[in-house]
């Protein structure tokens, strides 16, 4: 990924110098200005209706699905998910249960009791699984199933104070 990321830099470099070169060495030239005007103008209508499209298109594609845990929050309901109260406070997690059993739905009802936090939980590889906000006087539903027993990770999300990179805690999850 680090080189990845370098040789672009180095390449976008490239492309800005060409891109300055070019300019210097065509500054001495004088053209005749209506022309490039009026071509400047049609591209920036034909640019105007490309973005529009390519915009327009994938707002219908992609804020269709809003508010993404709409299906999530539906099963729950249904499914008779566990329902678990999560108050985030600096700088600890307080839950009203900490043990879940594989292949059940769980809805984290998530708020906060002073400033913002986050809610992630993580695998036992520390990958994140799923998160959402923790916010005061809002709650946020989160839904969530675990498909393997063991013990998963809470980290908070959001920086939060002094002691933000400690704010965590653990949950197990049993067959
Ligand atoms: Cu709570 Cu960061």
């Known amino acids: 990924m680090h080189d990845f990321v370098w040789l672009l830099t180095v390449s976008l470099v490239l492309v800005v110098i060409a891109v300055f070169s070019f300019i210097a060495l065509k500054s001495g030239v004088k053209k005749d200005y209506d022309p490039i005007v009026k071509k400047a103008y ?36 249904n499914a008779n998910a566990q329902v678990v109260d999560v108050v985030a406070k600096q700088f600890a997690f307080e839950m009203s249960q900490k043990e879940f059993k594989v292949g059940e739905p769980v809805l984290f009802r998530v708020t906060s ?63």
Not at 149 to 165: D, K, N, Q, V
């Open 42 to 77: 049609r591209i920036r209508s034909v640019w105007f209706v490309v973005l529009l499209l390519v915009i327009g298109t994938s707002f219908v594609f992609t804020l269709s699905d809003l508010p993404y845990n709409k299906g999530g929050q539906a099963i729950a309901a």
């Open 113 to 175: 009791a002073d400033v913002n936090h986050g809610f992630g939980i993580y695998d036992e590889n520390l990958i994140m699984l799923t998160q959402t906000q923790a916010m005061p006087f809002y709650v946020n539903e989160l839904v969530y199933t675990f498909d393997k027993p063991g013990t998963y990770e809470i980290l908070c999300l959001e920086y939060c104070g002094i002691a933000h990179h400690a704010m965590g805690t653990k949950i197990t999850v049993v067959e």
